[in-house]
């Protein structure tokens, strides 16, 4: 095996994610952010799927504080929205 090349310092190019489709993963992610905020479309979109009778699933803070690992939940929307439905 040959000698590994002895050198005194490396010195860094200073060049990070210089791929071009690098791109269209923050656009994705942009994306993303405006979907689940909200105020977005999603919710909009969540409503509908419960008035036509599917199984909704909603994120919602924790009721009970004292559990701390759990700061949101997933409930059936039809226990939140129950006034609201076909």
Same mark, same amino acid.
Do not use: C, Y
């Given at each position: 095996m !040959?000698?590994?090349?002895?050198r005194a310092k490396q010195?860094? =190019?200073?060049?990070t $994610?210089? *791929?071009? %489709?690098?791109?269209? !993963?923050?656009?994705?992610k942009?994306?993303r952010?405006? &979907? #689940? ?5 999603? @919710? $909009? !979109?969540?409503l509908l799927a419960? =008035?036509q009778?599917?199984n909704? #699933?909603? @994120?919602i803070? %924790?009721? *009970? @504080?004292n559990?701390t %690992?759990?700061?949101?939940i +997933?409930?059936p929307a039809?226990?939140? &929205?129950?006034s609201?439905g +076909?």
């Amino acid at each position: 095996m !040959a000698k590994k090349k002895q050198r005194a310092k490396q010195v860094s =190019k200073g060049i990070t $994610h210089r *791929n071009p %489709n690098r791109l269209g !993963a923050k656009i994705s992610k942009e994306q993303r952010r405006e &979907w #689940m905020s909200p105020d977005g479309s999603r @919710t $909009h !979109a969540q409503l509908l799927a419960f =008035k036509q009778g599917k199984n909704v #699933m909603l @994120t919602i803070p %924790n009721p *009970n @504080t004292n559990e701390t %690992n759990k700061r949101f939940i +997933r409930v059936p929307a039809k226990d939140v &929205w129950r006034s609201v439905g +076909r």
